[in-house]
C-alpha cells in the first residue's frame, strides 16, 4: 500500500493569496469545492508543478514532491490528470490516447497496448479501443480521458470538473462509473467540483476553498449535519446564519434578526434549519410562531415536485414548498408573505 497525500499549497497568483492544507489517506477521494476564484483550480496545478508552490510542501506516496526551494518538475510527479475537456487527440485511436501516457514514460509499444486495453475495459470500453475520439458520446469520450489518466498508475489522480461537460443523464451515468473505478484505484484522488451529487457520491472528505483559504474540511456526514460556511449550506441545501447564542434559546444573527431554538448553545454559532422546515402564508400565521417574519420572493426556481422559494427581507432564507401549494398560495416573484419556522426546527451549533 502506498502513502497517501500531505499538501500545504501557500502562493500568490494575481489577487489570489492562496493557503490551503490537504491531506488524505491512500484510496481516498478528497472533494474540493468552493466560489468561483476561490482557488480550487490554482491548487491542482501547484498539486501537479504547473504553478509554482511558493512557500508551500507536497508528499505524495511517501515521497516528498515539493520543498520551498526544491521542487520537482510536473514530467517527475506521478499525477494523473482529467479535466471537463476531456483533450484526447482527434487523429489517434481510443487505444492510442490511453497508451500515450505510457509510451511517453517509456513503456514499450506491446506492453503500453496491453495496458491501455486492460484499462479501456476497466472503464467498460474494451469494444471502443479501434474508435477514434469524434466516433465517441461525451460519455465515452469522458472514460478514454479517465482512462488515460489512470493507466500510468499515477501515485496522485487530479480531476478537475471532470463531469461538468456532460448533459445531465450521460454524467449520472459516468458520475457512477467513476466511482466504480476509483473504488479499484489505491492512490489518492483530489476531485474538484460544483456538483453536490458529485461531492457527496464521490468523495470521502470534503474540503471547501473560498477566497485561497479553507472555510471546512470533514466528511460529507459531518458537512452535511454541521455546514459551517454559508457556500458550504448552499451545497448542502440548508440555511445557515452566523450569530450569538445564549443560554435561553436565543440566536441573533450577524444582521440583527432574533432566531428562537430549542435546542441552545451559547456563543458565537452557526443557526441552521432546512428549507422543508419553512411554512409560507399569505397572512400574518396563526398561533404566532416565534420565528416568523415577512418577506418577498426573490425567485422561485422548480426541483421535480417541490419548488425552492427565494425570500429577502429583515432575513434571506429559503424555503421548499410543494407545487400544490405554490398554486394554492398564488406565490410569483415580488410577492410579499409570511415565512415561518418551528423552534424545534432550528439548530445551533458552534462556531
Ligand atoms: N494566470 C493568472 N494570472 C493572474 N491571476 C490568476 C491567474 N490564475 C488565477 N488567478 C487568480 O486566481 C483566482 C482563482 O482562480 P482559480 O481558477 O484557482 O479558482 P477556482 O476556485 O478554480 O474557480 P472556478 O470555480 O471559477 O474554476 C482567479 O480569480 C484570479 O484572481
Known sequence: MRGGLAAHVRLTRGSLDLDVELAAE????????????????????????????AAGRLRVGGESWDEPGTARPPEQRHVGLMLA???????????????????????????????????????????????RPRELSSGQAARV??????????????????????????????RSDLAHRLADYDGTTVLVTHDPLDALTLADRLVFIEAGRVTQAGTPGEVLREPRSPYAATVVGLNLYAAEGDTRGHATTDTGTVLV???????????????????????????????????????????????RVGLAGPIRLTAEVTLESIAALGLRVGLPVWAAVKATEVRTYPR
Open 26 to 53: 491512500p484510496g481516498e477521494v478528497v472533494g474540493v469545492l468552493g466560489p468561483n476564484g476561490g482557488g480550487k483550480t490554482t491548487t491542482v496545478l501547484a498539486l501537479a508543478g504547473v504553478v509554482p508552490n
Open 261 to 307: 431554538t430549542t435546542n441552545p448553545t451559547a456563543g458565537p454559532v452557526w443557526v441552521a434549519f432546512s428549507p422543508s422546515a419553512v411554512s409560507l402564508h399569505r397572512r400574518p400565521p396563526e398561533g404566532s410562531p416565534r420565528n416568523s417574519w415577512e418577506l418577498r420572493i426573490t425567485d422561485i426556481t422548480l426541483h421535480g415536485q417541490s419548488a
Open 85 to 131: 475537456d476531456p483533450l484526447l487527440f482527434p487523429n489517434l485511436r481510443a487505444l492510442d490516447n490511453v497508451a500515450f501516457g505510457l509510451r511517453s514514460r517509456g513503456v514499450g509499444r506491446a506492453a503500453a497496448r496491453e495496458r491501455a486495453l486492460a484499462e479501456l475495459a476497466r472503464v467498460g470500453l474494451g469494444d471502443q479501443a479501434d474508435a
Open 145 to 174: 480521458a479517465l482512462a488515460r489518466a489512470l493507466a500510468p498508475d499515477p501515485a496522485l489522480l487530479l480531476l478537475d470538473e471532470p463531469l461538468s461537460a456532460l448533459d445531465p443523464d450521460t454524467r449520472a451515468r459516468t
